[in-house]
């Protein structure tokens, strides 16, 4: 699992970096928020008073206390605002329900999606669940604009708003008047031939490093890219009803046999997904790798195919496989070579004009069928660090995470731990996988041989 970014309060530039806007924009197209569930011990606390809580500590969390704001003609790219929490940001669902109603709410609210321009989050509260894992707890949903957080940083603000430690409040930010922002724009329009001149002598120097990256990769000194896939029942648009399931574990029982936890889990949903699925075919799974932050840039990670080797009959040597796998495509990634790729195309990005960019993204067609895929499912693995978070007078038992599904992907994974417990998050859509619980059922058959092969 990757680590949690150190601070989530840094001082930044108040323009959206491209890859920040990227997300903004690609929202409208495919819905992409962030539901970060924490799980509490039923404490004594009164819940209205935890909601004024709750609100005093989201005025001195950053990236709560802002919103985005667009930029005139989209001459410049969309600016944070400063922006108090909005009242209505904390709902109190305050109907008793059960833990499997509790997981059906929190899928059915992926149907409203926080508008960044007002509020980059919102959270929900579900009180009283009496049959929660591990028995009767408050259950806390945050919800965050992609926009403004990546995965690890969205961990680092949920820790910040559910976490004991005292937090200083950062100096608000001076907007500048509106006649200064209208200035700005026209300065934008005039400065734009030269910055097109600067995107046009950045795409030579990313051309140069591209090309040493592909030699690199045929000389041996990288490992090539991951292969595409073909599509499966899996790989479909979630036209149908979207559930949530989660399966709450021990750390141990998923970090043995010399494994890391997301090894383990891969090699376990390739058994499960081989089984669903009914036959050997070539599987893999789209796995999110956490990127050294970029000035600026609230989301700093990228997606690679990690192979699966249903092919592989022997449970050990599949997860040796998987593994090795995994490492491959962090070798890459991290590579000097392609880390010089990858930094001269944001200095290209930097320099393409707002427009464009925007432009570009709203050519994305979210109906048209890509011939293959990079995986058929998505993992996303992070550590949400210590358990020492606390809400309404309880302890964080277990934190869950449910990534979203995409117009090609109908089964994605999550795998969140905090403290000495892992949580996998199933997000799917009766368009792939018509019985989620038999699908819950599956995976965990298919972790407990994996652990029984590894152990």
Known sequence: MPRIRADSRRRES???HPADARAYWMA???PSDQFLLYCFDHGSADIDTEVTRLHERSGRIEVLRTRITDAAFGLEYPHWTEASPPSDAISVHRTARTWPECLDAVA????????????????HLYPNIVDAPGGTALVAVLQLSHAAADGTLASRIARDLFGTHSIAASPARTEPP??????????????????LAQMVRGGVR???????LEQGTDSGAIPPPAPSRALT?????PTGRTSVRTIVLPKADVHCGGTTVTTFVLTAISVALQCFLGDSVDLAAEVTLARDARADARNNFGNVGVGLFTSESDIR???ILI???LAARRHRANHSLSEAARSSQDDVEAHVPAFLAEWGVAQFDPTAVPSTVTGNTVVSSVSRGAADLALGGGCVRFTAGFPALSPAMSLTHGVHGIGDTVTVGITSNSAAVPDPDGYEALLRDSLDEVRVALG
């Not at 990313?206 to 040493?212: F, H, V």
């Open 14 to 16: 108040t323009r959206l």
């Open 28 to 30: 409208s197209k495919i």
């Open 108 to 123: 059915a609210s992926f149907r409203r999606q926080v508008d960044p321009r007002d509020s980059v989050w919102h959270l």
């Open 178 to 195: 509106v006649v200064c922002e209208m200035a700005s724009s026209a300065l934008a329009a005039v400065a734009l031939p030269l910055r």
């Open 206 to 212: 990313a051309r140069r490093d591209a090309l040493d």
């Open 233 to 237: 029942a899996l790989d479909v648009a």
């Open 317 to 319: 040597s599949r997860s």
């Open 323 to 325: 593994s090795a796998d």
